[in-house]
């Protein structure tokens, strides 16, 4: 694969969930030994000894775009540099082949979940995976709550006219992605995101230049099934009591590579799940292994 770094972001709020995303990096031998950094958004001097005690690299670094200055700058939510820093991450991580982005509130489910996304991404300039899936119901209504949001976001960075065209299609998620250090991703994300955050103000536009970007077809994307980045919140996943996984929903269930937890999925401790073997159990949707140890054993 070349030299990849995983790159995710936090705060201090945030860390248990983070945490959960990292057991599941250090699970698995596929993943555990892969560089891997933490945009520090907030973090307390605690959690911080916590992550060089996993071999886990806290950065802080700046808002990337050269306007993110001043007032402005000390205004906004440290946060916020888990959005600004997409672009920018062969500048602020240098000296990698591949870079993947990982979201927080994500983990895997299989030591072969990343491998596709850093080989998809020698063929395009963006291994992605959009939010397309046959038991997606908002996907067969224009006026559903998502696509409404969608539409609002769009509307805000480039219009009514192309917020709505936007909305209409399939929103490749940006919080889980790779790409090589070679790619023209990065200048033209950034350039994309910086006039965008300019003209419109508003600077979680992250996700939808990126998008414009693609459909546009000034980039290119390697797509991968969606058990890649599977966003809990659009469609709940199932649990498969014979494989002790979580699973995509329906007649065929695939084992879930990536789950994403995002919004209102995070708020709930326990969820009720339905087996695909019939029933319900109640469940976390965070990762459920183990820490390993430095000696590669798994804590009690």
Known sequence: MGKVAIITGSDEKYFNILWSFLRSIKFFEETRNIDCYVIDAGLNHDQKKKLDNIHVTPIEIGWGFPFIEGDLA??????????????????????????????????????????PFVAAADTADIAIVPELHHLSDYLYDADSLPRTRHRHIYGLVYGPETGHRLSMLPVHNAGVFAARASSPLWGLWREEMGTAIVRSQVLNCDQAALNQLLYSRALTAARLPPEYNWVCSAIAPSWDRDRGAFVSPGPLPRRIQVMHITGAALLQELHDIPCHQGGIVSRSLLCPFPQVLLDSRPSP
């Open 74 to 115: 000390k205004s906004l939510p440290q946060r916020v540099k888990c959005l600004t820093a997409r672009p920018f991450l062969p500048d602020f991580f240098p000296g990698y082949d591949h870079y993947f982005w990982m979201d927080a509130d994500t983990w895997i489910q299989s030591g072969k979940a990343l491998t």
